[in-house]
């Protein structure tokens, strides 16, 4: 019996389906998609990234990502939160990222509030929502949810902190992208088993 969640590539690995046949996707699925990421600038980029996304596909951000890291200055809140009305009009003009205000302003004000914690504590605050480590992987991305009480939380509580752009939806698929949940399928290569 086949899952039709899961996908051969031509290298023979299963990969789940969402990762299609473009190279990039599958590198994405196979190197960093469901891998533990720490750190405040690390965890802050993805914040940022998640945020333009929404509404989008993630394949156009991830596209668009080393533009971003550029646009950006590598996604440092120390150098973003100084960002002033005119860097807003400057990224409004870069057709190599997603050109829009309430994004844009959101990750400039998301640094400043980076910048009031003190060095780890975004890290530590994002990783406290990560639910018990799941033992077996889901069957099928049928079960993959949008939302879970462990985002809601999270969306809610930097959102008190002062974050924006931070909704439960997008705070999930954070949540999957740097590891703090494990939405490998069963047959996918990189899905966790029992041991």
Known sequence: MTNASVITATDGRGRCAWAGTDAEYQRYHDE???????????LYEKMSLEGFQAGLS??????????FREAFAGFDPEVVAHFSDADVERLMQNAGIVRNRLKIQAAISNARVVLEMAPGELDELMWSFAPAVRTHPLATLAEVPAVTPESEAMSKTLRKCGFR????TTMYALMQSSGMVDDHVVGCWRARTAH
């Open 32 to 42: 960093e998609w469901g891998t533990a990421l720490h750190g405040d600038r690390a």
């Open 58 to 67: 993630w394949i156009t951000i991830l596209r668009k990502r080393p533009a």
């Open 165 to 168: 752009f931070v909704g439960a």
